[in-house]
């Protein structure tokens, strides 16, 4: 496509809306012909950048150029463009042959020619006969039908269209893709089509614009964007992918998910942390061992083609649990998950990335939250902690208590396996809370039910108090929520029953390894919204 | 229609009975009947003799229509497309004098513009002639215009708020200019409200009498001012002054089939 010539260049454009920036200095060009797609969620900018290529809205900065001359201050009715509006914007008061006919009785086509140039569209568009019908009274895709007729009778060199498809259902929404395809095929113009549906953009576009928070993330081919996408955005926003944060040890090797791998990425600094994108159509299932990831089989969707299968450290083991903390105060102690053939690692403020949340460490934020559980997966570790040194497995260990603060006394108890069983809550004076077990009267470590013991020496565990700060009579409630990640999707055209134990076999080249861009994973809602930023 | 709204409507059903119908009928009965009750066309040939004031009246109304449709149309359109905080700021604006009694705001106009009123005395003291200006024809048109302006306004208002800017937009990329743009798609899309707020100025004005009464002097006697007379004051004739009534609702009614027709036509050949 690209030999043709250039017919629309954005240079540099900005815009913004009450302070908001809009659009952060795009430049684009696009070619005569080019069936091009801005692509990206709600409020990204694809709309603003096609308002301003229509003329409806005008750059704060840069410059718009058509076949090579500047037409910023151009208004609207003398650009040789045409526009499909979002929910089509046809004119009620006519019926549709005088809609289609609308543009031609404006420039003063001679009424034969626009008999003819009308029915013609209207024959295009599969509408022949509906001539005299109120526009009101069509279906959705009727409309749009009309509103892509009104915009072509006039033969625009080039065609915006602006979510045109997204008031229709799924059926007519792919039919009508490929009708406008063909259309423009057809015709042999240039069609800027607007869509958060990454679907429809890969189906119809010669090049695709990503775009997010008004800045272009990437342009190129679907199978570029697709197969090689720049960043960890265009990689979620496109197709199902999975996402996590590796570290990039040397050219050629790189580790995630608490493992090594081999993939054909070079260049990276040493060590440096990355994310890893891999589709699921390149995760294969195999035996488990402990030289790859491991996960069991959570879901299973039949998807037309092939099943998508989710692959999580789930056990099921552990239900949800909700704590109380003072406000102002810390977490005590967390519970340990088990997790079957996963080691726990900790739990975090996000279920992807965030901080770890040491035990007794100040809330996070001081806000109620959700804690999740972070799970590694060497698939063939189970029972770990009893291979901790010095503890065996059966075996029972006297813990005594001290609560040096209180006159209440506890008596010894014994914990199995060199973990810490259920351990006694002390009474805390009058502006006091209980802070937790210690290992030392002052200082030490802190010991959680199911922690490994600490330190084991015959040892008493000392309770220890916090004062309670003033107006921090507010609990929080923490939620915790065992699922970990990572969980992987993988797609096959064989289902794999759910709960078999896999083992995940991946090709070095299938392994996607991109610069941190900064951009939050938990922020991006593919949205399914139809409004664009249309006022 | 479910039991409930046939119900619900009974209370305006009796209303309408009360307050519309039987007096309409009794304002028939007068115009057909002489002083002794007898049957009699009397009244409505006496009547007759006040066609030329009915056609100053419609002369009079008619003006102050257009001056209140050319006055309300740009700015309606306006106000509706601005900002909805801005619109509700504006549309309280209009409806702000309003809210001050109608006789009330007439006979201000009227301490205005007397041949001693307010802008008089401020002419002669700075040297300058009075003007007369109450008791003209003008007069009246000025407080009809004055008074009705706002029933312009508000359905020209509401019916254009409607209009999806998508398809000012549209036009315009069609290769509409503003002036084309107007005369394509917001004049004929406003129609239906440029035909209620006709109905709602015209109708009014027609048939006023404090305004002409007020403002127009003995000179502009109107044909509200007649049936006022004959109705409650010096000439008092209840069965002449139904019969003219009668006349007056008659041409009211010529008006508003000839301004409904034109909202269900193609109205866009009409007024372009």
């Given at each position: 496509m690209?030999?043709?010539?250039?017919?629309?260049?954005?240079?540099?454009?900005?815009?913004?809306f009450?302070?908001?920036?809009?659009?952060?200095?795009?430049?684009?060009?696009?070619?005569?012909?080019?069936f091009?797609?801005?692509?990206?969620?709600s409020?990204?900018?694809?709309?603003?950048?096609?308002?301003?290529?229509?003329?409806?809205?005008?750059?704060?900065?840069g410059?718009?150029?058509?076949?090579?001359k500047?037409?910023?201050?151009?208004?609207?009715?003398?650009?040789?463009?045409?526009?499909?509006?979002?929910?089509?914007?046809?004119f009620?008061?006519?019926?549709v042959?005088?809609?289609?006919?609308?543009?031609?009785?404006?420039?003063k086509?001679?009424e034969?020619?626009?008999?003819?140039?009308?029915?013609?569209?209207?024959?295009?568009?599969?509408?022949?006969?509906?001539?005299?019908r109120?526009?009101?009274l069509?279906?959705?895709?009727?409309?749009?039908?009309?509103?892509?007729?009104?915009?072509?009778?006039?033969?625009?060199?080039?065609?915006?269209?602006?979510?045109?498809?997204?008031?229709?259902?799924?059926?007519?929404?792919?039919?009508?893709?490929?009708?406008?395809?063909?259309?423009?095929?057809?015709?042999?113009?240039?069609f800027?089509?607007?869509?958060?549906?990454?679907?429809?953009?890969l189906?119809?576009?010669?090049?695709?614009?990503?775009?997010?928070?008004?800045?272009?993330?990437?342009?190129?081919?679907?199978?570029?964007?697709?197969?090689?996408?720049?960043?960890?955005?265009?990689?979620?926003?496109?197709?199902?992918?999975?996402?996590l944060?590796?570290?990039?040890?040397?050219?050629?090797?790189v580790?995630?998910?608490g493992?090594?791998?081999?993939c054909?990425d070079?260049?990276?600094?040493?060590?440096?942390k990355?994310?890893?994108?891999?589709?699921?159509?390149?995760?294969?299932?195999?035996?488990?061992?402990?030289?790859?990831?491991c996960?069991?089989?959570?879901?299973?969707?039949?998807?037309?083609?092939?099943?998508?299968?989710?692959?999580?450290?789930?056990?099921?083991?552990?239900?949800?649990?909700?704590?109380?903390?003072?406000?102002?105060?810390?977490?005590?102690?967390?519970?340990?998950?088990?997790?079957?053939?996963?080691e726990?690692?900790?739990?975090?403020?996000?279920?992807?990335?965030?901080?770890?949340?040491e035990?007794?460490?100040?809330?996070?934020?001081?806000?109620?939250?959700i804690?999740?559980?972070?799970w590694?997966?060497?698939?063939?570790?189970?029972?770990?902690?009893?291979?901790?040194?010095?503890?065996?497995?059966?075996?029972?260990?006297?813990?005594s208590?001290?609560?040096?603060?209180?006159?209440?006394?506890?008596?010894?108890?014994?914990?199995?396996?060199?973990?810490?069983c259920?351990?006694?809550?002390?009474?805390?004076?009058?502006?006091?809370?209980?802070?937790?077990?210690?290992t030392?009267?002052n200082?030490?470590?802190m010991?959680?039910?199911?922690?490994?013991?600490?330190e084991?020496?015959?040892?008493t565990?000392y309770?220890?108090?916090?004062?309670?700060?003033?107006?921090?009579?507010?609990?929080?409630?923490?939620?915790?929520?065992?699922?970990?990640?990572?969980v992987?999707?993988?797609q096959?055209?064989?289902?794999?029953?759910?709960?078999?134990?896999?083992?995940?076999?991946?090709?070095?080249?299938?392994?996607?390894?991109?610069?941190?861009?900064?951009?939050?994973?938990?922020?991006?809602?593919?949205?399914?919204?139809e409004?664009?930023?249309?006022? | 229609?479910?039991?409930?709204?046939?119900?619900?409507?009974?209370?305006?059903?009796?209303w309408?009975?009360?307050f519309?119908?039987?007096?309409?009928?009794?304002?028939?009965?007068?115009?057909?009947t002489?002083?002794?009750?007898?049957?009699?066309?009397?009244?409505?040939?006496?009547?007759a003799?006040?066609?030329?004031?009915l056609?100053k009246s419609?002369?009079?109304?008619?003006i102050?229509?257009?001056?209140?449709?050319?006055?309300?149309?740009?700015?309606?359109?306006?106000?509706?497309?601005?900002?909805?905080?801005?619109?509700?700021?504006?549309?309280?604006?209009?409806?702000?004098?309003?809210?001050?009694n109608?006789?009330?705001?007439?006979?201000?106009?009227?301490?205005?513009?007397?041949?001693?009123?307010?802008?008089?005395?401020?002419?002669?003291?700075?040297?300058?002639e009075?003007?007369?200006?109450?008791?003209t024809?003008?007069?009246?048109?000025?407080?009809m215009?004055?008074?009705?302006?706002?029933?312009?306004?508000?359905?020209?208002?509401s019916?254009m708020?409607?209009?999806?800017g998508?398809t000012?937009?549209?036009?315009?990329?069609?290769?509409?200019?503003a002036?084309?743009?107007h005369?394509?798609?917001?004049?004929?899309?406003?129609?239906?409200?440029?035909?209620?707020g006709?109905?709602?100025?015209?109708v009014?004005?027609?048939?006023?009498?404090?305004?002409?009464?007020?403002?127009?002097g003995?000179?502009?006697?109107?044909?509200?001012?007649?049936?006022?007379a004959?109705?409650?004051?010096?000439?008092?004739?209840?069965?002449?002054?139904?019969?003219?009534?009668?006349?007056?609702?008659?041409?009211?009614?010529?008006?508003?089939?000839?301004?409904?027709?034109?909202?269900?036509?193609?109205?866009?050949?009409?007024?372009?």
């Open positions: 690209s030999n043709n010539p250039v017919i629309i260049e954005l240079k540099n454009i900005s815009k913004s009450d302070g908001e920036q809009i659009l952060k200095s795009i430049d684009l060009e696009i070619h005569d012909k080019e091009v797609t801005f692509l990206g969620p409020g990204c900018g694809k709309t603003t950048t096609l308002r301003i290529i229509g003329g409806f809205e005008t750059p704060d900065e410059d718009v150029y058509f076949l090579g500047q037409i910023n201050k151009l208004p609207p009715h003398k650009r040789q463009l045409n526009t499909v509006f979002q929910k089509y914007a046809l009620p008061h006519l019926d042959y005088e809609n289609v006919a609308f543009g031609l009785r404006l420039s086509t001679p034969p020619e626009i008999a003819k140039r009308v029915h013609e569209m209207l024959a295009m568009v599969n509408l022949e006969g509906y001539d005299a109120r526009v009101d069509l279906s959705g895709g009727q409309q749009q039908r009309v509103a892509i007729a009104r915009a072509l009778v006039n033969r625009p060199k080039v065609l915006l269209l602006d979510e045109p498809l997204g008031a229709l259902d799924l059926k007519l929404r792919k039919e009508m893709q490929i009708e406008l395809k063909k259309i423009q095929k057809r015709l042999g113009i240039t800027i089509y607007v869509t958060h549906d990454q679907e429809e953009a189906t119809m576009s010669d090049r695709i614009v990503v775009m997010n928070g008004g800045v272009i993330q990437q342009i190129g081919t679907p199978q570029d964007i697709y197969n090689e996408p720049a960043n960890a955005f265009t990689a979620d926003f496109i197709g199902e992918s999975n996402i944060p590796g570290v990039m040890h040397e050219d050629f090797l580790s995630f998910a493992k090594k791998h081999k054909i070079k260049g990276f600094e040493k060590d440096e990355v994310d890893i994108v891999i589709r699921p159509e390149d995760i294969k299932f195999g035996k488990p061992t402990e030289n790859v990831m996960g069991v089989v959570s879901n299973v969707t039949f998807k037309g083609v092939h099943y998508e299968m989710t692959v999580s450290p789930r056990g099921g083991k552990v239900a949800p649990a909700l704590m109380e903390v003072p406000e102002n105060g810390a977490y005590g102690k967390l519970p340990i998950p088990k997790n079957g053939d996963f726990f690692e900790g739990w975090y403020t996000k279920r992807v990335g965030g901080h770890k949340v035990e007794n460490s100040a809330i996070y934020k001081n806000a109620p939250h804690l999740y559980a972070h590694t997966m060497y698939g063939e570790r189970a029972g770990s902690y009893t291979e901790k040194e010095g503890y065996e497995q059966g075996e029972t260990y006297k813990i208590f001290e609560s040096p603060e209180t006159d209440e006394s506890f008596s010894d108890i014994s914990c199995e396996n060199g973990v810490y259920t351990l006694p809550t002390p009474e805390a004076r009058d502006g006091y809370r209980f802070a937790g077990w210690f030392k009267m200082g030490g470590k010991a959680a039910e199911g922690a490994h013991l600490l084991y020496e015959d040892h565990l309770a220890h108090f916090t004062p309670v700060q003033e107006g921090a009579a507010v609990s929080h409630k923490v939620e915790l929520d065992p699922d970990g990640i990572p992987w999707i993988a096959s055209t064989e289902a794999t029953p759910v709960g078999t134990y896999v083992g995940l076999y991946v090709e070095p080249e299938n392994i996607q390894v991109m610069h941190k861009s900064g951009w939050n994973f938990s922020s991006v809602e593919k949205s399914d919204e409004n664009g930023d249309v006022k | 229609m479910n039991i409930k709204a046939k119900w619900a409507s009974y209370p305006y059903i009796i309408m009975i009360l519309t119908i039987i007096p309409l009928a009794m304002i028939v009965y007068f115009a057909f002489d002083s002794d009750g007898g049957f009699s066309f009397a009244n409505i040939q006496q009547s003799a006040h066609i030329p004031t056609v419609i002369y009079l109304a008619a102050s229509t257009v001056v209140c449709l050319v006055l309300a149309y740009p700015f309606a359109y306006y106000i509706s497309r601005k900002s909805y905080s801005k619109q509700k700021m504006m549309v309280m604006l209009v409806m702000l004098p309003m809210w001050m109608f006789l009330l705001r007439t006979h201000a106009l009227s301490a205005l513009i007397e041949d001693n009123g307010v802008i008089n005395t401020l002419l002669m003291k700075i040297g300058l009075p003007i007369q200006m109450i008791n024809q003008g007069a009246v048109v000025f407080g215009v004055y008074n009705y302006l706002p029933y312009m306004i508000m359905p020209l208002y019916i708020t409607k209009i999806d998508r000012v937009e549209a036009a315009a990329d069609l290769g509409a200019n002036l084309q743009t005369r394509r798609l917001i004049l004929p899309m406003s129609m239906p409200g440029i035909i209620s006709i109905t709602m100025v015209f009014p004005s027609v048939s006023t009498f404090v305004i002409s009464g007020l403002l127009g003995s000179d502009n006697y109107l044909i509200g001012d007649i049936i006022s004959q109705m409650l004051g010096s000439a008092y004739n209840l069965n002449y002054g139904s019969a003219t009534s009668l006349l007056l609702m008659l041409v009211v009614l010529v008006t508003m089939i000839i301004f409904n027709s034109m909202d269900s036509e193609d109205t866009e050949g009409m007024l372009a």
